[in-house]
């Protein structure tokens, strides 16, 4: 398969333009709004010429879906060593390979500005576009919200701070990400190329050290499952999904990605096994013989560092720590950024929102409402935040899967095209798995501790895309029942 997707992928490099006459509506150059039509609705875009290249472009999918293994701490406390090893091995199988192959496959067929919620808003409708931005906007802003408190958490493991002192570094964060990205996307890739070399050393080094713990691993002394298995199963689960999200996200950058139709899956190939080993093989090291998961929880790795390393490596996991929380926060805010620049140009937001900037083509507004957002937003605690996390995350997935099963038979034709091999067999795997392992996570609904009134708020809030579709249509007149805008793809 493997080789497959490689001889595919190279094949992307000399696809003719030509095969967007599938979809007539995406176009590869600057075509001028004819009157009457959608595209009379949406301003012209002028694109800026920097692009993400491949090296760039890896290292944001690297920061957007990993950072390095910070999070996965929490996981252990709440499953247990034996369980998170274990989920860190099965869910790249059941969620990121499907998610991936899904982005790759949709990506090379509508390499969009806006991404998954035009993909989803071109297979199955206007209120299932909407709902899909919806969901997306829930997920990212409780997502959002965890970066600057981690940041400030890692890094009092080196420098003592107050909770003052917290919040200020945690509002200055927020606002040095919204600057990298007003200065537009090669700022933002060029800095990920160097974030995740130093994200990645610490790790590296940990795992050097610890080579031995690896060649002679010892089981780790706590039970599979506990007294609660399907809470630990859940709660687990959910931590080890939100380290593993997110193969997606770029698509909605598309138009800034230089050739996305092939450059998106050469990505995707180079980032997943990074990213597995990069969670797997520190936390092998760090509970080969484990005794107990009492603890661990937000910076545990720092103390492993130590006590392998010294102080040194220690601190450098910490730093690190910090790094990851800015680098990713600085990265996901080059997709989240655009949402309501999408939505402002679809008359489901205020029209300002979709300005661009005319010296960096940036949309300035929308990431000015981000920053504002952000640095209002008071976090709940981090097993809080990313329960609600990914309840929407997922549910947002689950119509991308949707829409990859509508586009296939509404554009069959695929030629010269990256389309998942297998037939209908693996678009099923592709569609069925991350659905299965999102209802695992289900689990959280019947237990007894506090994720559970998480898990109702989550349904809560679900529920009230409909009210809020009604709302926003009826303030800013939502898209016309035409088609959908035009795009530059270069």
């Not at 030509?18 to 875009?45: I, K, M, V, Y």
């Not at 080094?205 to 039970?223: A, E, S, Y």
Request: proline share 8%.
């Amino acid at each position: 398969m493997i080789f497959h997707l490689l001889a595919t992928a190279h094949r992307l490099g000399y696809a003719e333009r030509d095969r967007t006459a599938q979809l007539p509506h995406l176009t590869t150059e600057n075509p001028q709004p004819a009157t009457g039509s959608r595209a009379a609705t949406f301003a012209r875009t002028q694109r800026s010429p920097r692009k993400l290249r491949l090296l760039p472009l890896v290292c944001v999918m690297y920061l957007v879906v990993s950072g390095g293994a910070y999070g996965l701490e929490d996981a252990v406390r709440m499953a247990g060593p034996r369980l998170t090893l274990l989920l860190c091995l099965v869910v790249p199988l059941t969620l990121s390979l499907p998610t991936a192959l899904m982005a790759a496959e949709l990506t090379a067929l509508m390499p969009v500005e806006g991404g998954f919620y035009f993909w989803v808003k071109e297979a199955l409708g206007p209120f299932a576009g909407f709902a899909e931005a919806y969901l997306t906007i829930l997920y990212t802003a409780f997502d959002m919200a965890i970066y600057p408190v981690l940041f400030a958490s890692y890094l009092s493991f080196i420098l003592p701070l107050g909770p003052v002192g917290q919040i200020a570094i945690g509002v200055a964060l927020v606002w040095l990400a919204g600057g990298l990205n007003f200065l537009g996307v090669r700022p933002v890739g060029t800095a990920s190329v160097i974030l995740a070399a130093i994200l990645v050393s610490p790790f590296a080094i940990l795992v050097i050290v610890g080579l031995p713990r690896i060649v002679h691993f010892t089981m780790p002394t706590p039970p599979l499952f506990g007294a609660d298995p399907w809470a630990a199963l859940a709660a687990g689960l959910t931590v080890v999904i939100w380290n593993f999200s997110g193969w997606e996200n770029l698509s909605v950058v598309s138009a800034e990605i230089e050739n996305p139709r092939r450059n998106y899956l050469r990505a995707i190939l180079i980032a997943m096994p990074i990213i597995v080993a990069g969670y797997v093989l520190p936390l092998a090291v760090s509970v080969s013989g484990a005794t107990t998961a009492a603890d661990w929880g937000t910076g545990y790795f720092s103390q492993v560092g130590r006590a392998l390393g010294g102080r040194a490596l220690g601190d450098a996991l910490a730093l690190g720590g910090a790094v990851m929380s800015f680098a990713v926060f600085e990265a996901a805010m080059l997709w989240v950024s655009r949402m309501p620049f999408v939505l402002a140009r679809e008359r489901y937001l205020s029209p300002p929102l979709a300005q661009l900037w005319s010296t960096t083509a940036t949309p300035g507004k929308s990431i000015l409402l981000c920053c504002v957002v952000f640095t209002l937003l008071v976090p709940v605690g981090f097993v809080a935040l990313v329960v609600l996390d990914v309840f929407f995350y997922m549910a947002a997935l689950a119509l991308e899967l949707l829409a990859l099963i509508r586009l296939r038979q509404q554009i069959p034709d695929r030629a010269g095209l990256f389309t998942i091999a297998g037939g209908r067999p693996a678009l099923a795997l592709v569609v069925v798995l991350p659905i299965l392992t999102w209802a695992a996570t289900f689990g959280l609904a019947i237990s007894a501790g506090v994720a559970k009134k998480d898990f109702i708020l989550a349904i809560a809030l679900g529920a009230m895309v409909w009210p809020t579709y009604k709302i926003t249509r009826d303030l800013y007149g939502g898209p016309p029942e035409i088609d959908p805008p035009p795009t530059t793809i270069t």
